[in-house]
């Protein structure tokens, strides 16, 4: 039809943004295995890695990651239901009904930003097969170890740079 066009995009998307707080996908798209297929497709640096094999441990854990956080999202949090009524007493124990129920959702929001960020590292882990550097450290260059690969699919440092990174 003359003015309607409708086109797709070649390879969906799997980033999350690592602080956007959507809600996480049930699972990776459906047209994830062209995805995945086109993935397995680009030459990548480091020859001795099984891209294949990576990319499954790191879709699991990406989808291992979303399910957490929904579940995270979806716990009932009790807040309000701590702030006394007017009119009620608001003693000593609706304080403490209170602080904990504070405390609770604090510990959500903490667990809530560990795995956004956790989620980011397993996208870039998935951008660098994209992009042909998968086992290659973001800062010296140098090939991570495929025993460290194994163990932290999504690690993008060797375990030096990863020291220095963290500043032991």
Request: charged share 35%.
């Amino acid at each position: 039809m003359p003015g309607k066009t409708t086109t797709k995009p070649k390879t969906p998307s799997n980033k999350t943004a690592s602080k956007g707080k959507k809600p996480a996908a049930k699972s990776r798209p459906k047209s994830a295995k062209v995805e995945v297929a086109e993935l397995k497709k680009i030459p990548q640096k480091r020859a001795d890695l099984d891209i294949d094999h990576f990319l499954e441990l790191l879709y699991e854990e990406r989808d291992r990651l979303e399910e957490e956080l929904e579940q995270v999202r979806s716990s009932p949090t009790d807040v309000e239901n701590a702030i006394p009524e007017e009119g009620e007493g608001g003693g000593e124990e609706d304080t403490a009904d209170m602080a904990s129920a504070l405390m609770d959702k604090e510990m959500d929001l903490s667990v809530e930003d560990e795995i956004d960020d956790m989620l980011a590292q397993v996208d870039h882990a998935l951008t660098k097969i994209e992009e042909g550097t998968y086992g290659i450290c973001d800062i010296s260059g140098n090939p991570i170890p495929k025993s460290r690969l194994e163990a932290i699919p999504w690690a993008s440092l060797t375990v030096e740079c990863q020291a220095l990174a963290e500043g032991d």
